[in-house]
């Protein structure tokens, strides 16, 4: 199968030296990536910025923030059968980003943000009956609930959810994944590239 994933933070201009971005370390998408490549499937990785090399047999299409991002995932997606979307993709940018380095002024600063698009919301409208959206849900409070909204809201056949607390920027992850028709498989605590493992199991 073809199997499309993306990894990382994006990072969003302010100045040329200056960005938005998060925390996310790229791991759990470059370990599915990974595994994906090890079971002969063909895949993908659109990847923002992270400190992690490509995985063996994987092509790596490197991204910097959200919009690249969509881009490069609406030129793939309509060749995969699977897009897995474990991006952790900014949802508002700079609205005028500078074109100058900022000099710093007395007083306060204020910084317009604008939303960017959903990727994965906008997969979900393209979708076709034979490919397949998985998409994480990363929440500090009320995980069942948010990630079952996101999965009926941005059209998906999957959502991994998990606790910030459990998976962001580290190694190991716990996450409950959850189907379309409402079954939930527990996964967990492991290391992502066990994670990566099973999740793959129950999604191919
Ligand atoms: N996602 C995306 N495009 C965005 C933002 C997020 O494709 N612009 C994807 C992520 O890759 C992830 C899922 O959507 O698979 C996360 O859902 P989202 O509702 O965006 O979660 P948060 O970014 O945490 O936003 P919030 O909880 O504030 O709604």
């Known amino acids: 199968m073809k199997i499309l994933v993306t990894a990382g933070p994006t990072r969003e201009k302010i100045d040329p030296v200056r960005f938005l971005s998060n925390a996310s370390s790229g791991k759990m998408g470059y370990a599915i990536a990974d595994c994906a490549a090890r079971r002969g499937h063909e895949v993908v990785l659109i990847s ?12 790596r299409i490197d991204v910097e923030s959200a919009a690249e991002m969509y881009d490069a995932v609406a030129a ?5 059968d699977v897009l897995i979307m474990a991006a952790a993709v900014a949802d508002y940018r700079v609205a005028q980003p500078f074109a100058e380095k900022l000099k710093k002024m ?3 600063f204020t910084l317009t943000l604008e939303r960017t698009t959903d990727i994965l919301a906008e997969m979900g409208k393209l979708k ?11 929440e500090s409070r009320d995980l069942l609930r948010y990630a079952e909204e996101k999965l009926a809201k941005k ?4 959502i991994a959810a998990n606790r910030l607390a459990d998976g962001f920027g580290t190694d190991s992850n716990r996450v409950i994944l959850i189907s379309r028709d409402g079954g939930k498989i527990e996964l967990g605590p492991a290391p992502k590239t066990e994670i990566a493992r099973q999740m793959l199991d129950a999604i191919l």
């Open 48 to 59: 923002g910025p992270v400190a992690l090399p490509a995985p063996e047999k994987v092509r």
């Open 76 to 80: 793939e997606f309509p060749r995969c």
């Open 106 to 108: 007395p007083g306060e």
């Open 128 to 138: 076709q009956e034979n490919q397949k959206l998985v998409g994480f849900a990363a």
């Open 155 to 158: 059209n998906l056949d999957w």
